[in-house]
């Protein structure tokens, strides 16, 4: 599968479709159970709190994992996506209610790059404060 965006068809400063990501304790229980991360500030709020957190907070790949998918719903193809990093500035704290948090992604072409690939920096924000620095994917475009 190749990516649906042309290369050729898109400028430094084009905005990708933002998308908001909920979080919930449960999906966080899902994601220890399939990443092996059974760290207990992940869904144990007694043991957050006595680290010093204000309470449970979302896994730190977990976050950037839900950020990402604005990159790769907006190409159509995951394997697009030829290199992807962040700098974890601050955590999703997820509350212990029936709305959790919400991850909100915005996205922008940053950069076109040789052999037909872009820079996308992407701001990844949650109640309000920016939790991912530095966040920036290449793509591999058609």
Request: aromatic residues 6%; negative net charge.
């Amino acid at each position: 599968m190749a990516a649906r965006i042309s290369y050729d068809e898109v400028e430094v400063g084009t905005e990708l479709p933002g998308q908001q990501f909920p979080v919930t304790r449960a999906a966080l229980v899902r994601y220890a159970g399939a990443s092996g991360d059974f760290n207990p500030i992940h869904w144990n709020e007694r043991v957050a709190k006595e680290v010093g957190l204000p309470d449970v907070i979302a896994h730190g790949m977990f976050t950037m994992a839900e950020a990402v998918r604005v990159v790769t719903d907006w190409t159509g193809d995951p394997g697009a996506v030829v290199e992807y990093g962040v700098r974890f500035t601050k955590p999703v704290v997820v509350p212990d209610d029936d709305k959790g948090a919400t991850v909100e992604v915005s996205a922008k072409v940053a950069q076109k790059l040789d052999d037909r690939r872009v820079r996308v920096d992407l701001t990844v924000v949650s109640a309000g404060v920016r939790v991912l620095g530095m966040a920036r994917a290449v793509v591999q475009l058609s």
